[in-house]
């Protein structure tokens, strides 16, 4: 009930607080929507940042900064997005770091070919390619 935001835990919640005042009598019937509201808060709030981060790479503050701020900005479609735009958009910063417009092929890092790669890769020079084949003779 989480991939909804907002609606899912408060249905939830809903849903074991009329289950917890048909079962039960007195205070102990508001014991499982408690439960659960302390159980979804902290996997939303420590452990998913904390696992997403450690999976993905990415700091856990940056996780949940980016949470506050799409939830902000958009609100429960912000929140749905808000970890794919932060996993994109470090994805997108790590492919073009160091990049220029003629770097090449984008997410490669650039090297410069080398005078002895470029004579290795065509055999040598000409005059050398000639007087070899002249001795093979």
């Known amino acids: 009930m989480n991939f909804v935001l907002y609606v899912g835990p408060i249905a939830m919640i809903a ?23 302390a159980m979804n808060g902290t996997e939303l709030q420590i452990v998913t940042p904390t696992l997403v981060g450690k999976r993905l790479s990415v700091n856990p503050l940056l996780i949940f900064l980016s949470l506050v701020f799409w939830l902000w900005f958009w609100g429960p479609i912000g929140g749905i997005i808000a970890i794919p735009i932060l996993i994109w958009g470090l994805t997108i910063y790590k492919g073009l770091s160091g990049q220029t417009i003629s770097s090449g092929t984008p997410g490669m890092p650039y090297t410069a070919p080398s005078a002895t790669s470029a004579k290795a890769a065509d055999g040598g020079n000409i005059a050398n390619h000639r007087y070899r084949r002249l001795r093979n003779r």
């Open 15 to 37: 849903m074991l607080l009329v289950t917890g005042i048909v079962l039960f009598d007195g205070a102990v019937s508001f014991l499982p929507a408690a439960t659960y509201l």
